[in-house]
């Protein structure tokens, strides 16, 4: 079992950083895959960033290509994902998940990921 806590969230302004953090618990984080997806109010839970268990390979949604970048730290079993030149749009619950997806496709869809944190609220205020 993995249990998972999301850190990090808030309000900033359009242009702005936030860093956002997941920690694992068990002894299994190592050796899973890692992905961030996003939920607005009112539409379906989209892919953000997804990285390997070895953190050599990284993939990432097209809207935050270049302005996100995701990064995990096996030693503190954490996962992390900077977020730059925030916009409005990016306002959402963020959710941090573990899974072991077998291709770069299924990374990125929620179905290849069995647990789940609860989110942690990010607004960009325009």
């Known amino acids: 079992q993995v249990q998972l806590v999301e850190s990090g969230g808030g309000l900033v302004q359009a242009g702005g950083s936030l860093r956002l953090s997941c920690a694992a618990s068990?002894?299994?984080?190592?050796?899973?895959?890692m992905g961030w997806f996003r939920q607005a109010p009112g539409k379906e839970r989209d892919f953000v960033a997804g990285?390997?268990?070895?953190?050599?390979?990284?993939y990432y949604g097209d809207s935050v290509k270049g302005r996100f970048t995701i990064s995990r730290d096996n030693a503190k079993n954490t996962v992390y994902l900077q977020m730059n030149s925030l916009k409005p749009e990016d306002t959402a619950v963020y959710y941090c998940?573990?899974?072991?997806?077998?291709?770069?496709?299924?990374?990125?869809?929620?179905?290849?990921?069995?647990?789940w944190g609860q989110g942690t609220q990010v607004t960009v205020s325009s």
């Open positions: 068990g002894r299994t984080f190592s050796s899973l895959a």
């Open positions: 990285i390997s268990w070895s953190g050599s390979n990284t």
């Open positions: 998940a573990a899974g072991r997806p077998t291709t770069a496709t299924a990374i990125m869809a929620t179905k290849a990921y069995a647990y």
